[in-house]
């Protein structure tokens, strides 16, 4: 309860702290050992704000670093031991996305994908790391999943229909490419750089 008290006033060490010795009492506690991991991670977060904050890059790339091989490590070690969760490996494949581990990402993307509850997340997983790997056309496949019978452009519709059209600007593609930025511009004209890329259609 300690433990919750002052994760709800944001200080996390104190919280951290209280959760760790809890855990001398339940050592075979699973939530408690994700608890404690999840804890950790924010800790971290709040030490890279706080060096952000202060202009101490090179500590906030550090422990960035460092924020990302924990997480990585947690969330292998939270899907050894539930293999069959598809919203874990969805989150382990982010993080190895993270650190640029594509293939790694790849794996647990499409591990996950199979389950209906994560799988347009998946899906967006998928085609991240194939654009990034250069593979253009499973990229644009799995985009094209992630909207398929999507009715409202969402935020995720926008960062797909981006993605569309810097594929097909490209591939030379210039009227495909207009066509995925202006569905984004009607909706939002402020979306990242979309009005720019418009001006270069007059």
Same mark, same amino acid.
């Given at each position: 309860?300690? #433990?919750? @008290?002052?994760?709800?006033?944001?200080?996390?060490?104190?919280?951290?702290? !209280?959760?760790?010795?809890?855990?001398?009492?339940?050592?075979?506690?699973? /939530?408690?050992?994700?608890?404690?991991?999840?804890?950790? =991670?924010?800790?971290?977060?709040?030490?890279?704000?706080?060096?952000?904050?202060?202009?101490?890059?090179?500590?906030?790339?550090?422990?960035?670093?460092?924020?990302?091989?924990?997480?990585?490590?947690? !969330?292998?070690?939270? @899907?050894?031991?539930?293999?069959?969760?598809?919203?874990?490996?969805?989150?382990?494949?982010?993080?190895?996305?993270?650190?640029?581990?594509?293939?790694?990402?790849?794996? /647990?993307?499409?591990?996950?994908?199979?389950?209906?509850?994560?799988?347009?997340?998946?899906?967006?997983?998928?085609?991240?790391?194939?654009?990034?790997?250069?593979? =253009?056309?499973?990229?644009?496949?799995?985009?094209?999943?992630?909207?398929?019978?999507?009715?409202?452009?969402?935020?995720?519709?926008?960062?797909?229909?981006?993605?569309?059209?810097?594929? #097909?600007?490209? /591939?030379?593609?210039?009227?495909?490419?207009?066509?995925?930025?202006?569905?984004?511009?009607?909706?939002?004209?402020?979306?990242?750089?979309?009005? =720019?890329?418009?001006?270069? !259609?007059?």
């Amino acid at each position: 309860r300690l #433990a919750e @008290v002052h994760e709800r006033l944001k200080d996390f060490e104190s919280a951290l702290d !209280f959760a760790e010795r809890t855990r001398q009492y339940k050592k075979d506690s699973y /939530e408690l050992a994700c608890r404690i991991r999840d804890l950790r =991670a924010k800790v971290l977060k709040k030490k890279v704000a706080r060096a952000d904050k202060d202009g101490n890059q090179e500590l906030a790339s550090r422990l960035e670093r460092e924020l990302a091989d924990a997480e990585v490590a947690d !969330f292998q070690s939270r @899907v050894e031991m539930h293999p069959g969760d598809a919203s874990l490996r969805l989150q382990l494949g982010k993080r190895l996305m993270k650190r640029n581990e594509l293939d790694a990402a790849l794996a /647990e993307f499409q591990k996950a994908h199979a389950d209906p509850r994560v799988q347009r997340d998946a899906r967006m997983g998928m085609a991240q790391c194939f654009q990034r790997k250069g593979y =253009a056309d499973l990229a644009k496949k799995e985009f094209l999943r992630v909207i398929e019978g999507v009715q409202e452009i969402d935020e995720r519709a926008k960062e797909v229909l981006l993605s569309l059209g810097n594929i #097909a600007e490209a /591939e030379g593609k210039l009227d495909e490419a207009r066509s995925y930025y202006a569905r984004v511009y009607e909706v939002d004209i402020g979306y990242r750089d979309v009005a =720019a890329k418009m001006e270069r !259609f007059r």
